[in-house]
T-cell receptor, first 112, second 108 residues
Framework: DAGITQSPRYKITETGRQVTLMCHQTWSHSYMFWYRQDLGHGLRLIYYSAAADITDKGEVPDGYVVSRSKTENFPLTLESATRSQTSVYFC???????????FGPGTRLTVT | RKEVEQDPGPFNVPEGATVAFNCTYSNSASQSFFWYRQDCRKEPKLLMSVYSSGNEDGRFTAQLNRASQYISLLIRDSKLSDSATYLCVVNNFNKFYFGSGTKLNVKP
């Protein structure tokens, strides 16, 4: 039972580069989410998706792009990485919105 | 104003102690409530959902007070393994909002 996986687990990139973080879940959950976690801020929602081809902004969407062509995948792209996007990124999924989420192991991204 | 607020702690308690955390939320229309546990910036894991009637799972008891818009978590007979950061989470119409977490250190 693979659950929810993220890749890469660690990434170092340079300012201005495009980088894509991958998220894959095997439960066929309808909802998927991307969060970033920074010291002192807890987890903040970047984007979420209620189903394939349906996405919506969260609290901190600027500088990020998402897509969801298949139910099981929800990639997050930083179009032009900035140092302020250095963070730990978590992907999560849930079958229905009011219910609990399940998280992937996270991606630690450093932008130099 | 933050959607969800928690005391960051740390709470330093001896083994066997009882400790309580509170969390307040700003949106009275919030639909569902949870406590998650997070170890050393690993992925958060669900500890328990929180219901209006209150619910208990072993040494853990969660309460929801909708009138005052706060959620509580009580841990009885603390174990060393309970040392972690506890995250309060609130769901508003498809979006989940996280508190910044309360750190618990259980000492021998």
């Amino acid at each position: 039972d693979a659950g929810i996986t993220q890749s890469p687990r660690y990434k170092i990139t340079e300012t201005g580069r495009q980088v894509t973080l991958m998220c894959h879940q095997t439960w066929s959950h309808s909802y998927m989410f991307w969060y970033r976690q920074d010291l002192g801020h807890g987890l903040r929602l970047i984007y979420y998706s209620a189903a394939a081809d349906i996405t919506d902004k969260g609290e901190v969407p600027d500088g990020y792009v998402v897509s969801r062509s298949k139910t099981e995948n929800f990639p997050l792209t930083l179009e032009s990485a900035t140092r302020s996007q250095t963070s730990v990124y978590f992907c999560a999924s849930t079958e229905t919105s009011p219910h609990e989420q399940y998280f992937g192991p996270g991606t630690r991204l450093t932008v130099t | 104003r933050k959607e969800v607020e928690q005391d960051p702690g740390p709470f330093n308690v001896p083994e066997g102690a009882t400790v309580a955390f509170n969390c307040t939320y700003s949106n009275s229309a919030s639909q569902s409530f949870f406590w998650y546990r997070q170890d050393c910036r690993k992925e958060p894991k669900l500890l328990m959902s929180v219901y209006s009637s209150g619910n208990e799972d072993g040494r853990f008891t969660a309460q929801l007070n909708r009138a005052s818009q706060y959620i509580s978590l009580l841990i009885r007979d603390s174990k060393l393994s309970d040392s972690a950061t506890y995250l309060c989470v609130v769901n508003n119409f498809n979006k989940f909002y996280f508190g910044s977490g309360t750190k618990l250190n259980v000492k021998p």
